[in-house]
């Protein structure tokens, strides 16, 4: 079993719509999730960082973690064209601990 | 947040010669990184780079084939040794905040390709 397993899609949804993006994850000493999107020839973009579990909001963007799951998602709410892209979930256990990163989930958001 | 530039942007190698990527950051960090993205695939951490010292690696990744050097704590650079097509990738390197010492920032990339 992978460390950090996300389904790589391609998912494509209509302009508007709600999209949910999601991992599972092997090692309950995580700590630390991210998701990071990244734009087709770029570098990640780091886009929500949590600590241990709960939920998060920045805008149009909302962080879920559930430990006792292991399972993280994001939600992107009234999904523009300019989020389309591969969005990568990542975690570490301590602050200083490497990133595991998951494979990618590529979305398309059409007009 | 850290801005992180990379140099060059992309390149194209022939087989058998080596690429040194710079990494220049506009403020302290403690932690850099070095990563492997190859076609289509997630991020793999190659060394993290330590200023002052060795880098360390991670299993599958060796100091000759991937010389690192850090001299202070906004410069690296990583040497592709000895390129074959399999090194065809993009690098990238990656920073850790100074101020917050959790949130993890990536430059833009360098995109190599070896024939």
């Known amino acids: 079993q992978k460390e950090v397993e996300q389904d790589p899609g391609p998912l494509s949804v209509p302009e508007g719509a709600i999209v949910s993006l999601n991992c599972t994850y092997s090692n309950s000493a995580f700590q630390y999730f991210m998701w990071y999107r990244q734009y087709s020839r770029k570098g990640p973009e780091l886009l929500m960082y949590?600590?241990?579990?709960g939920n998060k909001e920045d805008g149009r963007f909302t962080a879920q973690v559930d430990k006792s799951s292991k399972y993280i998602s994001l939600f992107i709410r009234d999904s523009q064209p300019s989020d389309s892209a591969t969005y990568l979930c990542a975690m570490k256990q301590t602050s200083y601990d490497k990133v595991i990163f998951g494979p990618g989930t590529s979305l398309s958001v059409i007009p | 947040s850290a801005v992180i530039s990379q140099k060059p942007s992309r390149d194209i190698c022939q087989r058998g010669t080596s690429l040194t990527i710079q990494c220049q950051v506009d403020?302290?960090?403690?932690?850099m990184f070095w990563y492997r993205q190859q076609p289509g695939q997630s991020l793999t951490l190659i060394a993290t780079a330590n200023q002052g010292s060795e880098a360390t690696y991670e299993s599958g990744f060796v100091i000759d084939k991937f010389p690192i050097s850090r001299p202070n704590l906004t410069f690296s650079t990583l040497t592709v040794s000895n390129m074959s097509p399999e090194d065809s990738s993009i690098y990238l390197c990656s920073v850790v905040s100074q101020q917050t010492q959790e949130t993890q920032y990536f430059g833009p990339g360098t995109r190599l390709l070896v024939l």
């Open positions: 403020s302290q960090v403690t932690m």
């Open positions: 949590t600590y241990s579990s």
